[in-house]
Every structure is written in structure tokens, then in C-alpha cells.
């Protein structure tokens, strides 16, 4: 059986862009449907309209496919959360490893603590 867990994604075009965990860039849909219903997922299809360009988190089951299974939206962030978000989560692709996201960090503040103040 799947396991319950969370997801943190971005709602585009009606579905979940799942920024964390190790679905990244994989985009679901939601449904309250439990796994292995006698129905389809879209008779219980969630609609993700009002969370259009939002964060949100939800708890819920991957059991395969592109639906998330007895989802259920517990936090959300408006629009300057999402776009923080996305760009912390763009910075992966820069820095994979924290060690080198602190190595940045460090020559950038030394950059910056070397420039003479200007009063």
C-alpha cells in the first residue's frame, strides 16, 4: 500500500508542479479518491482553479500514475511565497550541494565586506 505523505508543489494550469519531494517537476492531479476505488480518480477530481499560481502542500497517497489519491490541501502561500519558493528551488540546479551554496555565500560576503563604505 502507498504511503501517506506530503507534497510542497505549484499550481499551474490546474495541476500540482511538484517542487519537494523526489517527484521534482512532475506535475499531478488531485483527487479524494482512495487508491483502488471502483472509479475513476475524476469523479472526485480536486479543482485547483482558485490555487492557480499558488504554493500549497498537501497531504496525500501516490499509488502511480499522475494522481495524488485521497489529497487533501492543508497550507497554501500566495503569489510572493511562490515565486521565493521557485527561486530557492532554482538554486538546486546552480548549487546542488549545500557545501557549495555555502562557498558562494562566503565569497560573496567577502566581496561585499571589502567594498569601502562610501559616507
Same mark, same amino acid.
Given at each position: 500500500?502507498?504511503?501517506?505523505? /506530503?507534497?510542497?508543489?505549484? *499550481?499551474?494550469?490546474g495541476?500540482?508542479?511538484?517542487?519537494?519531494?523526489?517527484?521534482?517537476?512532475?506535475?499531478?492531479?488531485?483527487?479524494?479518491?482512495?487508491?483502488q /476505488?471502483?472509479?475513476?480518480?475524476?469523479?472526485?477530481?480536486i479543482?485547483?482553479?482558485?490555487?492557480?499560481?499558488? $504554493?500549497? *502542500?498537501?497531504?496525500?497517497?501516490?499509488?502511480?500514475?499522475?494522481?495524488?489519491?485521497s489529497?487533501? $490541501?492543508?497550507? /497554501?502561500?500566495?503569489? $510572493?511565497l511562490?515565486?521565493? *519558493?521557485?527561486?530557492?528551488?532554482?538554486?538546486?540546479?546552480?548549487?546542488?550541494?549545500?557545501?557549495? *551554496?555555502?562557498?558562494?555565500?562566503?565569497?560573496?560576503?567577502?566581496?561585499?565586506?571589502?567594498?569601502?563604505?562610501?559616507?
Open positions: 500500500m502507498s504511503e501517506n505523505k /506530503q507534497f510542497l508543489g505549484l *499550481v499551474k494550469k495541476q500540482l508542479q511538484i517542487l519537494q519531494p523526489d517527484f521534482e517537476g512532475t506535475s499531478f492531479r488531485l483527487t479524494r479518491m482512495k487508491p /476505488q471502483a472509479q475513476s480518480p475524476e469523479s472526485a477530481k479543482d485547483l482553479t482558485e490555487y492557480e499560481g499558488k $504554493i500549497i *502542500v498537501v497531504q496525500g497517497l501516490d499509488a502511480g500514475g499522475n494522481w495524488i489519491y489529497a487533501e $490541501i492543508i497550507d /497554501q502561500g500566495g503569489p $510572493i511562490a515565486a521565493m *519558493v521557485q527561486m530557492l528551488f532554482s538554486q538546486r540546479v546552480l548549487f546542488p550541494s549545500f557545501e557549495n *551554496v555555502q562557498s558562494t555565500l562566503k565569497i560573496r560576503i567577502g566581496t561585499i565586506s571589502s567594498v569601502p563604505e562610501t559616507m
